[in-house]
């Protein structure tokens, strides 16, 4: 990520204004704000831009992912820079603040952990994983809870910076609301690759069909994550398309569902990073992408789903790595790739689990075209509790 505009020349500020009821003053610049605590913006997260008096026009809503403004100020007693996430509506306006990225130079991984475990208490959980990072270097963690905040410090150590990041705690430790997703579990099944079926009372909801055994054309709705055969496959899709059908797709993908189009009710295309209601069904896209290799190029817009079920948020990633939106998700249930080559492997998958902490995680994408069975002992044993694995494939 790229510096402030401003980090050599010092921000321009204008007059500081007070916002809302309990909120920071920050000062205008032209390209983010300035505020004297950047640990202090974790109290903007599910807050709308007006109410943490962030001026519209210094938000960055361009970006293929989520929109941001950065925040210029202090970390620990040294100058660095935060930047804030938002949500993005389907209208495309600017949605409540989703989460917090804050970049600390001059403060070293040890000194960092001190201060916060100062601030918030011993961690809750911290290691080290020597799988991380591309280049074979380690990620140093530890993670906090402030109230209803989960705070994680990371360190790699081909990395001249930590990294701190917050966002709203995504775990409910609620019987009832764990004993909902057990049952929104039962739901979920997992065929070869990223196909997927899930059962609800919304409909029937299939995702990137592919190599189907039965031919049962009860989807009401029918989620496309990319165009690449073992996920856009039209002979599969006609096994399971009815003529109430709705098709989602990424909008790039638009000139060739000519292939199918005939067969469904109505076709929706979206783009990443956007809220959407479609028949009653509400789902975020989230951008889907690799960060080191080119099978699936950030610039083609291809996406993931988090789809809202029952008051749980179920997550299905498509073929993505640990991109900074995938580790922005908040979801009660993660489906996550693990086969690597063209994705994250079983290691790096568990990684993402580990940052982004739903109730459950499944893992998907692996035991044939890549993959081996055996990776999906290889993701369990590293996801972190209190996280649950469930493998679900079936043939």
Same mark, same amino acid.
Request: hydrophobic share 30%.
């Given at each position: ?13 204008g007059?500081?204004?007070?916002y ?7 000062n205008?610049?032209k390209?983010?704000?300035v ?9 903007f ?38 930047i ?96 909902e ?43 496309? =994550? #990319? ?5 856009? %496959? &039209? $002979?599969?899709? @006609? ?8 098709? /989602? ?21 979206v ?11 509400e ?18 817009e ?33 489906l ?18 580990n ?6 995680a499944?893992? =998907? #994408? ?5 993959? %081996? &069975? $055996?990776d999906? @002992? ?8 209190? /996280? ?6 079936k043939?």
């Amino acid at each position: 990520m790229e510096k402030n505009s401003k980090e050599n020349e010092g921000p321009e500020t204008g007059s500081s204004d007070s916002y809302g009821d309990g909120m920071l003053p920050v000062n205008e610049t032209k390209d983010g704000i300035v505020i004297d605590d950047i640990l202090e913006c974790r109290h903007f997260i599910g807050k709308t831009a007006e109410e943490a008096g962030i001026p519209d026009d210094v938000i960055k809503k361009e970006s293929y992912g989520l929109p941001q403004v950065y925040a210029d100020g202090q970390i620990f007693g040294s100058k660095d820079y935060g930047i804030v996430y938002f949500t993005k509506n389907s209208d495309g306006n600017t949605g409540a603040i989703d989460s917090l990225w804050i970049h600390v130079k001059e403060t070293g991984f040890e000194k960092c952990q001190e201060k916060l475990q100062k601030l918030f208490g011993d961690p809750v959980s911290e290691g080290e994983e020597p799988y991380v990072e591309a280049n074979g270097g380690a990620v140093m963690w530890a993670d906090f809870i402030d109230g209803e905040y989960d705070i994680r410090l990371s360190n790699g150590s081909e990395r001249e910076y930590c990294e701190i990041s917050i966002s709203l705690k995504s775990g409910d430790d609620n019987k009832d609301q764990e004993e909902e997703s057990t049952a929104m579990i039962d739901n979920i099944e997992v065929f070869t690759q990223n196909s997927i079926r899930i059962r609800d009372r919304k409909g029937t909801i299939y995702i990137d069909p592919f190599q189907m055994n039965e031919t049962p054309n009860d989807a009401d709705y029918l989620f496309i =994550t #990319h165009e690449h055969y073992d996920h856009y %496959s &039209p $002979e599969d899709i @006609e096994k399971v398309v009815g003529d109430n059908t709705v098709i /989602v797709i990424p909008e790039s993908m638009q000139d060739k569902i000519g292939d199918v189009s005939g067969k469904m009710r109505r076709i929706v295309t979206v783009k990443p990073g956007m809220f959407y209601e479609v028949d009653g069904l509400e789902f975020d896209t989230v951008a889907a992408y690799n960060t080191l290799k080119n099978y699936h190029p950030k610039s083609a817009e291809w996406v993931g789903y988090i789809l809202r079920l029952d008051d749980k948020r179920i997550y299905i990633a498509g073929d993505t790595d640990a991109t900074k939106e995938a580790k922005a998700v908040k979801c009660d249930i993660a489906l996550v790739p693990i086969g690597g080559t063209f994705t994250m492997n079983a290691k790096q998958a568990a990684g993402l689990i580990n940052d982004i902490r739903p109730e459950f995680a499944i893992p =998907t #994408h692996y035991g044939s075209v890549v993959g %081996s &069975p $055996e990776d999906s @002992e290889v993701f369990k044993e590293n996801v972190k509790e209190p /996280v649950k694995v469930e493998v679900e494939i079936k043939q």
